[in-house]
């Protein structure tokens, strides 16, 4: 059976041990729970390894979710029933991290057991001596059921009874516990790449050992050992040690100690569990701005006595988190912006990568030229773009270059040629496309001769790119006779941008080599070939191709197909979509019951016409060049009792029920950027915004939502506001987004 990885974001809800009733599971379930190995007996603070087991008869009719791990510290899926719950608390009980989530797995249950191993002590934290027992509720477990969303609705599995033995924690053994916890974290990393998995298991091991141990000393050293690891798992196992420990006062004591060693570097994690042992509650509460300005404020007073890459860590996580908090006055955070820019040497590649991009506007100024320029011209040939250095290191080399340009284009723009003109350039179009030029003809020869030259996937893609972005036709003799020995056979990396140069310069002649590449594509390209090639180039040639592959008897490619007329067809493509829709939800008429797929199907060719049927949906109702209206969207519904389709529709057709729509949009810092919607549909520039308000009926009504965040937002307010008025369309009223 297939596991479908997908992302999901969960709230974390209770899943501790309490004295509630425990609900009853479905009896087509069965959760047997077990104690790894034969121990029985168990000292308050020792590590209670469990192992879950769950099972069905029922065949691909109950599906478990194998997620490992949550974002926000530990799994919710789970509630651990201890009785007698006297002597038990949650540790975690006033913990409120946010949101959770990660990477999620889904399989069918078999009578072969799905076993997953967790620590009870992540839950359930024994304060006494005695005799227990623990029964567990789990909801990880769904079952098929075509009304939900994801075509399975979650169920109750209830384990078995197991009892459990907890005696005292003598001194003696807390303190050796602790001696060899210690001497497991001061074990060197090993030179030898095999023998690092091992390493990071016993260092992850022994730091759960410190925290589920509880005592003083074990508080201090997880304190000591929250060092900005590279691997920032260990400090939250730290983090959520600190957070919890029965000495709130041991451990506000440990972290402030640590906040002044010189040599201590402060991150995220330090200054949130330095915030949560501080206050009340262990979690963001109505006064989190206070929290967090006082917190910033001890970083800010230790900062001159932080040395190398203490300093650097900590100088970091001052800014960002002054930044966030929005409470320090503008001088303090504009010194901690020079500050860091002053040491931008010192930051590790992701941390100078992230202010490049997330935090650009924090500090971008006259001052960045110097090292933008640096970084942009320094040139480290990676022959595997997939070196362990090499995608940090590029990307913030990419990325000083493209600020370089923003502040100084005249400056930047020989760097950029440079770079275009190299035997095997770094970067593709999507860096180096910023010149504002159609094409450059002064490259066309230089791009020639390399690409043919070329072998290698990575240098080759990335000189194709480029092609399809500023060559001219001077240089089509040279690239069609590379081409036409390898059309079908090459990476589609390489193919896609080329037939989009072809394409751009010569439409008859791409033609015939996008239809053949589309018959023989031994990599699976035909799949993505619409997608990568209307990015780059559209025009009437590829509209024709298009509209005839909705019909391509691999339903992959007529889902392409769909997806690239949705978003760049012209009028002329809707009525070929709406064909091929009809058709579609004609030929499931009375099967719709077998598109009722969830996570863990093996879906093969229905989840594809599953995918088809969805695609043409989308790209009907939210096309870019024809309005689909509350009218259309239930004529498209009409058509068809495929329930995951039917359910989109129906969402779509209740927006257009309150009238008048609302317009909502906002402008945010990149990379996000502008953002707006109406009804069904989303835009990422105000240009499309008013392509698409342009096609509603004069006098048509809307109602603003309006944050009046920056000035920026008010200037799009504005500037909508004349568009609406230059198409005839009225504002109906205005209410202020939350």
């Known amino acids: 059976m297939r596991s479908l990885a997908i992302l999901l974001l969960l709230l974390p809800g209770g899943a501790a041990c309490s004295a509630q009733p425990i609900p009853d599971g479905d009896p087509a379930v069965v959760l047997r729970i077990s104690i790894v190995g034969d121990q029985r007996e168990f000292h308050i603070g020792e590590t209670i390894p469990l192992r879950l087991a769950f099972s069905s008869d029922a065949k691909n009719h109950y599906q478990v979710d194998t997620a490992q791990y949550d974002r926000s510290g530990r799994m919710t899926s789970e509630h651990f029933n201890i009785t007698p719950a006297s002597g038990a608390v949650d540790p975690l009980a006033d913990y409120s991290p946010g949101i959770g989530g990660g990477l999620r797995g889904f399989q069918f249950l078999t009578t072969k057991p799905w076993t997953i191993t967790l620590n009870l002590n992540e839950w ?142 402060i991150d995220g994690n330090f200054l949130a ?211 036409d020995s390898l059309i079908g056979k090459w990476s589609c990396a390489i193919q896609s941008p080329i037939l989009a140069y072809l394409l751009r310069v010569s439409p008859e002649l791409a033609r015939p080599r996008i239809n053949e590449a589309l018959a023989h594509g031994e990599f699976g390209c035909s799949h993505e070939m619409f997608q990568e090639i209307s990015e780059i180039t559209y025009n009437p040639v590829l509209e024709e191709i298009g509209i005839r592959g909705l019909d391509d008897p691999d339903p992959r490619v007529a889902m392409t197909a769909a997806t690239m007329l949705g978003k760049f067809g012209s009028a002329a493509a809707e009525a070929p979509l709406w064909q091929r829709y009809t058709v579609w939800a004609a030929a499931w008429e009375g099967r719709e019951a077998d598109l009722d797929l969830t996570l863990a199907d093996d879906t093969g060719d229905r989840g594809d016409q599953l995918g088809l049927g969805q695609n043409l949906m989308m790209a009907i109702a939210t096309g870019k060049s024809w309005l689909t209206d509350g009218s259309k969207l239930r004529q498209l519904s009409h058509l068809t009792k495929v329930r995951r389709v039917r359910d989109q529709l129906d969402r779509f057709v209740d927006m257009w029920k309150s009238q008048p729509l609302d317009i909502s949009f906002s402008e945010n810092p990149a990379p996000a950027g502008f953002q707006a919607r109406v009804a069904q549909y989303h835009f990422r520039s105000m240009e499309a915004l008013e392509e698409k308000l342009a096609q509603f009926p004069a006098q048509t009504k809307f109602a603003l939502s309006v944050s009046y965040a920056d000035l920026e937002e008010r200037r799009s307010l504005s500037e909508l506001r004349s568009v609406l008025a230059k198409h005839n369309l009225f504002i109906a009223g205005e209410k202020t987004a939350q």
């Open 273 to 483: 569990a330095l915030k949560a042992v501080s206050s009340a509650s262990n979690g963001p509460g109505p006064n989190w701005r206070e929290q967090q300005r006082k917190a910033v404020e001890e970083l800010l007073a230790v900062l001159p006595n932080k040395q190398g890459k203490a300093l650097s860590v900590s100088l970091r996580t001052a800014a960002y988190e002054a930044w966030n908090a929005g409470t320090l006055p503008k001088q303090t955070t504009d010194a901690l912006a020079q500050a860091l820019i002053a040491r931008f040497d010192q930051l590790p590649a992701s941390d100078q990568r992230f202010l490049l991009t997330d935090r650009w506007d924090k500090i971008a100024s006259p001052s960045m030229l110097p090292i933008l320029r640096r970084y942009a011209e320094s040139y480290h040939y990676y022959p595997n773009s997939r070196e362990i250095d090499a995608p940090e290191s590029l990307q913030v080399s990419s990325t000083a270059l493209q600020r370089w340009y923003e502040l100084d284009p005249a400056g930047a723009r020989p760097a950029i040629i440079r770079e275009i003109t190299r035997p095997r350039p770094r970067y593709d179009a999507r860096v180096l496309g910023m010149l504002p030029d159609k094409t450059l003809p002064e490259v066309d020869s230089a791009l020639a001769e390399h690409f043919v030259a070329s072998n290698d996937v990575g240098g080759s893609a990335n000189l194709a790119s480029l092609i399809a972005r500023y060559a001219t036709e001077a240089i089509l003799p040279q690239v069609t006779f590379k081409l």
């Open 124 to 265: 359930v934290r024994f304060t006494r001596p005695g005799e227990y027992r623990l029964v567990v509720s789990s909801t990880r477990v769904s079952v098929r059921d075509p009304s939900s969303p994801f075509g399975a609705s979650q169920v109750t599995s209830r384990s078995n009874e197991i009892p459990l033995t907890i005696v005292p924690a003598s001194r003696k053994w807390q303190i050796e516990v602790l001696k060899q916890a210690v001497i497991d974290l001061n074990v060197a990393e090993p030179i030898s790449p095999q023998d690092l998995e091992q390493y990071a298991r016993k260092r992850k091991q022994a730091l759960e050992t410190l925290r589920f141990l509880g005592t003083p000393e074990a508080t201090r050293e997880l304190a000591k050992w929250m060092r900005a690891d590279a691997n920032g798992a260990f400090d939250y196992i730290c983090m959520l040690g600190l957070i919890s420990s029965p000495y709130p006062d041991t451990a506000r004591g440990a972290l402030e100690e640590e906040l002044a060693k010189r040599d201590h570097p």
